[in-house]
Each structure stands twice: as C-alpha cells, then as structure tokens.
C-alpha cells in the first residue's frame, strides 16, 4: 500500500462515535479530508491534535446532531503526495471541508487541486508569500490560519524594537540570515530583509535543509561568524535543529542572540544543553498554559490522551481549525458552501493560541486569520514567552551562553 494511501483515525473515529454514543442514530457524519507530513513532528502532532478535537466534539453531540469524521492522508512533505491525497479526500472519501497543511513548498502543489474543487479549505500551514499569490484574490471559499511570511516579519520587527526598547542591552542592528534553499526559505529571507533594512545591516545565506536530504551547515555557518551579527537567525525545518547547533558549537560560534525559525522543533530539543538559551518564534508554548485557561485546556487534555506535552504550536493550530470549522457549520445549519463561507467570516474563537480567530482580507486573499507570532527563549528546558508583554512569562536572557559556560 503505497504511504499517501495511507488513511488514518478513521476507525478509531467511529469506535469512539460508537463508545461515546454519539452517532445520533447513524446519522450520516460530517466528513473533514486532512493533509499534513505524519512523519514530521509539525504533521504528527497537528494531526493527533485535530483528531482530538473530532472526539471532544463527537462526545459533546457533534455538530447539527451529526458527528464529524475526520480522514488524513500523509502529504510525506511532497507536492505531489500532497495534491495526489486532496484529490483522493474528494473523490474517494467525498470530504465535505478540507483541513490541514505545513509546508508551503506542498500547498503550492496542492492549490491547482484546491480550485479545481472549491470546497471549504481551512489551512493550518504554508507562510510563503508565494502560496498566497497562486491561491489569488478570487477564492472566497479559501480560509487561512497560520500568518503569512510577511504577516510573522512584521511582527518579528514589532517585537524586536519593543525589546530593545525595553531591554537597552539587547542590541539588534546586524543581522544575518541563515536560511533553507526552497520556498519557505528563500520567502523568509526576501521578507526579512525587506522588513529589516531599516533595523540595521543585513545580510545572509542558504543551506539544504535535513528535511530535503541536507545537514552540512559549515559553509552558511562560517560566513555567518565572519559577519559576526548582533542576531543570527536561521529559517528551516525541525531536522535541522540539532545538527546546526551541534555544528555551531564545534566551531565555536556564539552570537548574542542566536535565533531559530522553523515550524517545529524536535520534542526533545530542550532536554538538550544546546537549547539553552536558544530564541525562536512560535504561535504557542506550554508555559502559555500560566496566563491562559484555554491553552491550558487543551494541553491537558492532549497530554492526557497521548502521553506528552506538545512540542509544536502546529498542535494546538490543529486543535483550533477543528473547533473554528465546527462552528462555522452549526452557525451555517447546513454545509451549502455559500452559507459555510457566511458563517466562517463570523469566526470568533477564543483558542489555545491565545488568539481570538478571527478572518479579514489580507494582501492578496480575502480570509486570513492570525497574523502575529510570539518570540520565545528556551530557559532551563522550557519555552518560555519574552514577547508580546501582554504573554510574557520569563524576562530574556542574554546574551546568549558561550560554549563554555553550559
């Protein structure tokens, strides 16, 4: 059975349906189609997440007393697969409202299959500027969770000058850039250092990414250290966490501030030495469950169910696009993609995030929904938030610990 056959939660969906009583007399379900890379923690753990969430709502009576079913097909983070598992979610599982999403490289492959079908689409991935402008302005039935990466640029800019406003000592004037060689990359480094430019010097280069069957970062990293930056800033995938920092600490490189981006990180990234003191940004952490009853919620209920705290925000960003669609259809009272359309843009779902969702035009596309990131630090093995203020849970460290002193 080929991998992006793989169906999963399907059965364990109608077990609990049937455990729970929840199944309204066989009423016929609502079927969710969802696409997500199962073999990255950001996929794994949003999936589990969105899973979750169907069996709360099944349990509570499901939705317009039908209970939902969710099917998820594994996209293995290529554009193909994940076109290939979209097409198969409306033709053979016929999915009523598509869900999901990571990579931008991905939804790009996928959106050629997304118009072709026009179905109700809540995404919860994909930053790339270059998604937005294929998917285009004229796909009302397109909604979009996760910010773009001029929404997360924007916001990175807020957050550095109110820290250096703050915090006088955290200096931010150079910069460099070190970033993965495909689309999410290569965007985030147009965008930063367009957003950038007024900050300071900026400058940067690429590596392939772990993720793509990279993982030497020698050379990024050598002219990174000889541009000897306030702020070095990496943007790739999970994979390359620890070999950048480990590769980092051979040759002795220690910024002021050393500065990670990817969708997720390794589960066990903190237990590491390397980790502390480590910056990134991030939608979610667990410390957010000390200022909000909501995250903390659903972080209980997710360790409760699968044995450990989520190490990504693309788990609660799982969590939320199940509940934000759920809504929608009991404020439609049908799944008429017209009335749906209605009643997703009177989404106003207070979520784990600590955003209230909610969706307005944005540069290109009609619906987008959160448009800010938080910057956190790793602090004695936990991610702690040092901006905004509003979520802050740990003053910063800084500058980042030298090699020797850990």
């Known amino acids: 059975m080929k991998k992006w056959f793989i ?19 066989g009423a016929e379900p609502i079927k969710l189609g969802g696409v997500w890379p199962l073999a990255d923690i950001t996929g794994e753990q949003a999936s589990k997440a969105a899973q979750m969430a169907v069996e709360e709502i099944n349990a509570a009576g499901g939705v317009l007393g039908r209970p939902l079913e969710l099917t998820i097909i594994d996209s293995e983070f290529k554009p193909e697969k994940g076109a290939a598992a979209l097409e198969r979610l409306a033709t053979v599982n016929q999915v009523d409202i598509f869900v999901g999403g990571m990579s931008s490289g991905v939804h790009l492959g996928q959106i050629p299959t997304l118009k072709k079908y026009k179905k109700l689409t809540v995404w919860t991935g994909a930053a790339s500027h270059l998604a937005e402008e294929a998917m285009g302005p004229d796909a009302p039935w397109y909604f979009h969770l996760h910010p773009w990466d001029y929404n997360q640029g924007a916001s990175y800019v807020k957050g550095w000058k109110a820290l250096g406003t703050k915090y006088p000592r955290i200096k931010t004037k150079k910069w460099f850039l070190a970033y993965e060689d495909g689309p999410f990359g ?15 010097d900026f400058d940067g280069d690429s590596f392939t990414s772990a993720a793509k ?20 800033l990496w943007a790739g995938f999970g994979a390359d966490a620890l070999p950048l920092m480990e590769q980092s600490k051979s040759m002795g490189f220690a910024p002021p501030l050393y500065v990670g981006a990817p969708p997720g990180w390794p589960s066990d990234f903190g237990e590491s030495e ?35 705290v989520p ?19 009991e404020r439609a009272g049908s799944l008429d993609t017209e009335a749906l359309i209605a009643a997703m843009e009177k989404t106003d779902y207070k979520s784990p995030l600590g955003e209230t969702i909610s969706f307005s035009p944005s540069n290109i596309i009609q619906h987008q929904g959160i448009r800010n990131q938080k910057i956190l630090q790793w602090q004695n093995g936990q991610q702690e938030v040092i901006w905004p203020f509003e979520y802050q849970t740990a003053e910063p460290a800084y500058p980042f610990p030298g090699w020797d002193k850990r």
């Open 274 to 308: 390397l980790a502390e003191g480590v910056t990134l940004y991030g939608m979610w952490a667990p410390s957010l469950n000390n200022i909000s009853p909501v995250s903390k919620k659903f972080s209980d209920n997710y360790v409760k169910k699968y044995g450990a």
């Open 7 to 25: 169906v999963l939660f399907v059965l364990a969906s109608a077990f609990t349906l049937m455990a729970n009583g929840s199944d309204e007399g």
């Open 186 to 200: 290569s965007a985030s480094f147009d965008a930063s250092h367009a957003l950038f430019a007024d900050m300071g």
């Open 213 to 232: 069957g990279g993982g030497d970062y020698t050379a990024v990293l050598e002219t990174a250290k000889a541009s000897n930056p306030d702020i070095f």
């Open 311 to 329: 190490a990504t925000y693309f788990a609660p960003l799982g969590y939320t696009v199940i509940y934000v669609v759920a809504e929608a259809i």
